[in-house]
Each structure stands twice: as C-alpha cells, then as structure tokens.
C-alpha cells in the first residue's frame, strides 16, 4: 500500500473533486495525507485523511467573496492576481514545502497542478507526483484565445524562470504544470472529442462523486420546493457567488414564468437583496448541489469545471455564464457537446434572459438529448476510483 499526498488549494471547486479521490484510496487501503493551501478548511475534518500542513508566508491574496467578484472584472487587476498566485507567492512557498513532504513521507503527491510550489518542492525532494486538474486545461485546444491564455502568455517566461531556478525545465498547458506520469482530468472523451486537444500522460477518468458523504453538507429545507415547478437551479461557485445584478435579473426573468428558482448566493443571502426577491425565487449561502442538479430541469452557471462535471453527471442541460479564467475554456466544451448554451448574462436585459430560459426549458429543446446522452458516459465510469487507481500506480515502487 501507498502513502499518497493529495495537494490543494481551499476552494470547494478544488477539494470537492478530490474528496472521492481521498475516499476511494483509503477504501482501498492506502494511507492519504491532505495538504490544503494556505490552510485546511473545516470540511476535511469529517475524512479520514491525516491534515498535513506548510508554514507558509502570510499572503493577502483575495480568495472570495465581492471583493473576488468584483476583482474579476477588472482586466489589469486580474492579471495582477494570477500573477501573484501562480508565481510571486511560490519563492517563499517551496522550503516549507518540502518540510511537510520530508515530515509526511509520500510514496506519491498528487497535487492540483496550478500548485508550482509543491510541484517544485516534490521534485526537489525526488518524489513521483501525478496532476489531478481542477479544470479542463490538460485538453484544452492549443490555440484556444481567451483572457486568460493571453495573461499566462505574458507570464510564461517568468514561469519558466520560477522552476529554471531549481534545475527544472516544465511543460505547462493553460495554467496546468504537466507531470511527465499522469494528468488526471475529470471528463469523459464523449464530452470533450469535437475540440479536446489532450496533453501528453492525460487520462480522462470520468466524474468524480463521492461514494460517501463530502463533509460540506449544508442544511437545506427541502419543504420550500415545489415540486410541481420545473425547477432552476443557479450557482457561480463558492469563489465569485457575490453576483447581485447577474442574479437580480435572472431572478426578474424567472418571476412570471411557472418554475421556482433557487440561486446558491453566498454572503448575499443575508442581505435586503436576498429578501427583496419574487416569492418563486429562493437564495441560500450554500446549496447541496448534487441533489438539486438530480431534481434541476435547468443549470444556470459560471462554467467553473467542477459545476461543469457535476451538471454532466446530473445530465441537467447548461445555461454557461462564463466570467474569468478556465470558465470560458469550459463554456467552449459545452457549447460544442451541445448539451448547454454559452450566453452572457451581465450583457443581456430580463427580456432576453427570459427567452432564453424559456427556449431551455422547452420540452423540444436541443440541448436536452446531448445532456441525456451525456448523462449515460458520465454515470458510466466512477471518476474517482479510477484516479485512485491511476495515483497508487504512480507511487508503486
């Protein structure tokens, strides 16, 4: 049995994927360390895994809330932000690194690869890692253009001097660092064909959903739904959730027609904007959003990869309102499968969001039979337990 490092960020879109990750591993008696940067939230205390943590230097990066929603729509402030994530933080990150891989001892890391402190810190310390993306990048086209390809562009160089300084030559894709082993990407060939372009070492593994309980459960008063109403279900993860006026008018546009609209809002959903909405509409902090994409007739979303994946899973067609990074690369996949629409939200008025939602919720929409067939690839392979399975060979001696 393996002694497996897994490495994240604390984003819920980057541990949840792995949570079946850790799960399947353990299930098959390997012994699973987490290390989860800056710190490990309180979801992990529920799994079974050893918390394993860096002392790393004090950071003041934004990491949610309006703040983040609203740093993102600022082009130069954006950049500024990848940059200082990707590369200025990771100098100071990579001695306390390799301490906590010296103290856990791993036969294998498998890291999130946008992770290059602890991609450097492991090959420092002569330990086989494997990337376990939390996006589509490793199959992303190679000439795809979009903000954040010309940003990693201006930053390639200095990406390339960050890992030159410890002997290393690495191969990047979007913002991916590629391992020479294994790429795992949470999809299926089914979904991405008609544009995948896959990194060299990828393997498409499925979804990944977890075969026991998360950790993250919220309450949820399940008596307020209408199960009579097509239900729309609405989600821009937990990063940029601050959305008022994306949320205010898909809320205006849903207020006349026959469905319930329930928004997964964050911090908003103790605000006078939340109590301020039409009585068919619905705003939690946090929704349990596996079962409500099961009972969902209609998915609105930013296109965060992990939203993606479990709307795939769900077989619930897609309304993609992609606002930064690999959201757009991912809003491309869909609209390519079909199985969803890519439509800007913040640029449309209520009347266009409400033709829109009515054309998707039509009985003969186009999008319905992809996500349908969609549905069956995914259900079809258990993500999770294959990149378990993948991850344990790469620590094999």
């Not at 950049?79 to 990771?90: E, N």
């Not at 939340?274 to 619905?282: E, F, I, S, T, V």
């Not at 769900?314 to 390519?336: H, K, T, W, Y």
């Not at 319905?368 to 001696?397: H, I, N, Q, S, T």
């Amino acid at each position: 049995m393996a002694r497996v490092l897994l490495a994240s960020t604390a984003e819920k879109g980057h541990i949840n994927p792995l949570v079946g990750v850790a799960q399947r591993l353990l299930e098959a008696g390997h012994e699973v360390g987490w290390l989860c940067l800056p710190r490990a939230p309180e979801q992990l205390k529920a799994l079974k895994v050893e918390r394993v943590s860096a002392d790393l230097p004090a950071h003041d990066h934004v990491t949610g809330g309006e703040a983040l929603a609203r740093l993102v729509r600022d082009g130069a402030a954006l950049r500024r932000w990848i940059a200082g994530l990707l590369v200025d933080a990771v100098p100071g990150q990579i001695e306390p690194l390799r301490h906590a891989l010296r103290h856990f001892g791993p036969d294998v890391v498998a890291t999130d690869p946008m992770l290059y402190g602890v991609i450097i810190a492991a090959e420092l310390e002569g330990r086989p890692w494997a990337g376990i993306s939390s996006s589509l990048n490793p199959l992303a086209p190679a000439n795809f253009d979009c903000e954040l390809t010309r940003t990693l562009g201006q930053l390639e160089a200095a990406r390339l001097k960050l890992f030159a300084a410890h002997g290393l030559s690495p191969r990047f894709k979007v913002s991916d660092c590629l391992s020479p082993s294994l790429n795992v990407v949470f999809s299926t060939p089914e979904f991405t064909r008609e544009i995948g372009e896959p990194a060299p070492a990828t393997q498409q593994v499925g979804p990944s959903i977890p075969p026991q309980a998360r950790g993250d459960e919220p309450r949820f008063d399940w008596k307020r739904l209408d199960f009579e109403l097509p239900l729309i279900y609405a989600s821009f993860g937990s990063q940029i959730s601050w959305q008022p006026e994306i949320f205010g008018k898909l809320a205006g546009a849903c207020e006349k027609l026959p469905v319930q609209l329930v928004l997964s809002v964050g911090e908003l959903a103790a605000t006078d904007w939340a109590r301020g909405l039409p009585g068919n509409c619905l705003a939690v902090p946090y929704a349990p959003q596996l079962r409500l994409l099961e009972r969902a007739s209609l998915f609105v979303t930013h296109g965060g990869a992990n939203s993606v994946m479990e709307a795939l899973w769900a077989g619930v067609p897609m309304l993609v309102s992609p606002q930064c990074n690999d959201q757009f690369i991912n809003a491309e996949f869909v609209r390519r499968a079909k199985n969803g629409v890519v439509f800007d939200l913040a640029a449309q008025d209520v009347g266009a969001v409400t033709a829109q939602v009515q054309a998707l919720l039509d009985p003969g929409a186009p999008q319905l039979r992809p996500a349908a067939r969609l549905k069956e690839a995914y259900r079809a392979r258990d993500g999770a337990a294959r990149a378990a399975e993948l991850v344990a060979k790469v620590g094999a001696p």
